[in-house]
């Protein structure tokens, strides 16, 4: 009776080791892969944060003009002119290797906390023609830093309301489309600004 019941002792204590041990296993395996998955989504969001160039070019034509008046009651004034042709590139860069985001392994969840700003850079490339100086009212350096200044500021203006500024966000938004897509196929969570990404389609509505 006495081996009976110390074999059936040795058995539940046996039972109880193999099913601590399968417990154990099990568990190291489930961080494992959680490990693995963790570190291939950073990976795969890393290769995503690019910097996102769309470039143009705008050519136009300026005529400038500076009129200076000398005596009482602008007695005597003198008159100078330039033709100035502008073959000018633009480009709107977003950085992406500046967006914060953190990577949240126990809620499987990617939050973008935020987006960096676009970048708009210009360059004027400047041909000056029929340059007009006045007898006493002549062309300098100064003149020709203002022209640039001020032809710069007038291509800035045109630019945030052209296609160029429409067509750089449509390719901001395919890029950061790339990190719904890695999500929801490991099966993880997309968040921007406390909202949750159900679809690429919201990251439009999210970002407009």
């Known amino acids: 009776m006495r081996r009976i019941k110390s074999f059936i002792i040795g058995a539940v204590i046996m039972l109880l080791i193999v099913m601590i041990y399968n417990y154990v296993t099990n568990r190291n395996d489930d961080r494992d892969t959680l490990t693995a998955q963790t570190a291939l989504i950073e990976k795969q969001v890393r290769k995503v944060s690019k910097l996102v160039v769309t470039e143009a070019t705008y050519a136009k034509v300026y005529t400038y003009e500076n009129t ?25 860069a977003y950085d992406l290797r500046k967006m914060r985001y953190e990577i949240d392994a126990d809620s499987k969840t ?67 489309s790339q990190i719904y897509i890695i999500a929801s196929s490991q099966g993880w969570t997309l968040e921007f600004d406390g909202s949750k990404i159900h679809s690429e389609k919201e990251w439009k509505t999210i970002l407009d």
């Open 110 to 176: 990617i939050r973008i906390l935020e987006i960096p700003e676009p970048e708009i850079k210009i360059d004027p490339d400047l041909s000056y023609y029929n340059l007009d100086n006045g007898i006493t009212n002549r062309f300098e350096a100064r003149d020709f830093n203002n022209m640039k200044r001020r032809i710069t500021k007038d291509l800035r203006g045109k630019i945030i309301k052209s296609n160029i500024v429409k067509n750089a966000e449509n390719r901001l938004l395919t890029e950061l």
């Open 68 to 92: 200076k008046t000398y005596g009482w009651g602008d007695f005597y004034s003198s008159q100078k002119r330039a033709l100035i042709v502008s073959n000018a590139k633009a480009q709107i």
